[in-house]
Every structure is written in C-alpha cells, then in structure tokens.
C-alpha cells in the first residue's frame, strides 16, 4: 500500500536537491504533492520532473517570510486538491558562513526570519486545513548541525536557527496535539545531494587534493560507509508524513550514516 495514497502534502523550498527529492517521493508513494518556493522556474522543473502531466502536483512561488505567500500556498491546496494532510519544511538560508566572532547580527536576523519564523509562519497557514482534515503531520528539516558542530565548516547562524526551529518543535507538539497534529523533525548530516557535491569539487579544486580524498574526510566517523543523501532523507519525511508515523511526535530523527548517534 502506497503510503500517502489520497493524502496532500505542502512541501515548501522545492529546488534541484532535498526539496526536489521530497516532493517526488510524495508523488512516488501516492500523494499529491504542492510545491513551494522563491524561484517560479525551479518550480516548473521539478513539477514537470516529477509529474509531466501535472495531475498530481500544483505550484507557486512562494516566500515564507512573507505571510500572506504562505496562505496563498496553503490555499492552492485546498483549492486544487481539497486540503491538506501533511507539510514539509525544506525552505532555509544555509549559505551563511561564519561564527560569533565575524558576525553580522543583521544577517543573523535574516537567518532567524526565514529558518525559524519562516517555517512557523507556514505552519500556521496550513493549520486550518490540517483541523478541517482530522489532524496531519508536520515535518521540519532541521540538521544535525544543531546540536554537533561539525570540524569542517562553520555555519552558527544556520545551527542556531535550526537549533531553535528543534525546540520550538517540542511546544507545537504539545499545542497542536488535541488536534492529532503531529510535529517531528529530521536532522540530516552531511547528505550527498547538489549543496555537498559542490562542496566537495570546490574543496578538492581549493586544495588540489582528490574529490574522492573530500568525501572521505566527511565519512570517517560515519557508521555506514557513505553518507545518506537526499532521497534518503525524502524517505524518512515520507513515514512521517504518513499514517504509519501516526503515534510519533515531538521526535527528532538524524539520518547521517551514524555520524552522530543519540
């Protein structure tokens, strides 16, 4: 049985990787899949991708610090596909670098707006749907940065939002569980998709070393002896996301090879 069979899901910052991923996975396990994001033309490509003869998925763009954005993606499901079952968190800003001591506390704010309040405010436009429906699940992207810094990059910024995003994750649980609303996050680690791969070339280019030598350094505290990548994630949202998931909340679940284990 397809897991999302007749169920709806949101799936917000659809591009070329994680966000991509998810909403084919919805598709794949019998969903209807509604895209979101800032750029019309990822949209498109991944609709088409996805579902060429579009009738099991729906788009707009979509800027989740912009509240009304939010509620007008959260309506293109309910116009097009009756409402809303579940949604995903994959919009983030996590190309800030840095840490405490060069911080620009401007783009800090910037970060917080759309990682933690972004997300929130997409939550809350599709609360009355999810209520109408009987209750649903909501999945937020977080990472496993949050809560182990990793050696090889430094983005305080991106942790601490996600960081935030986590916490805010267990009150929702609480809050909107009367409603059978159930909330989880899953915190990736390195996950071998567009994002790493191009960091990978670019620190092998850098560092005139092997591409092969990069990813090697990224996996040798990994359980597995390859990273998870973005369809492996996708799968994780996708149970979830799906009645199977039906009595876990306020759970976050790493998928890392076993990079960090908890």
Partial sequence: MSLLAGKTVVVSGVGAGLGHQVAAAV????GNAVLGARTGANL???ATGIDPDGARTAY???????EGQCEALAGLARERFGGIDAVVHVAAWDTHFGGLQDADFATWRSVLDVNLLGTLRMTRACLPAL???GGGSVVFIGTQSAVAAPSQVRQAAYAASKGALTSAMYS??????PDRIRVNSVLPGWMWGP??????RFTAHTEGVPEEAVL????ERMALPEPATDADVADAVVFLASDRARAITGQSLLVN???LMR
Avoid: K, N
């Fill in 27 to 30: 598709v794949r396990d019998g």
């Fill in 44 to 46: 498109a490509r991944s």
């Fill in 60 to 66: 707009r763009t979509a800027d989740i610090t912009d």
């Fill in 131 to 133: 209520r109408a429906g």
């Fill in 172 to 177: 929702l649980a609480r809050e909107l569980g």
């Fill in 195 to 200: 994002p790493v791969q191009a960091y990978v």
């Fill in 216 to 219: 090697a350094r990224l996996t």
């Fill in 257 to 259: 090879a076993g990079e």
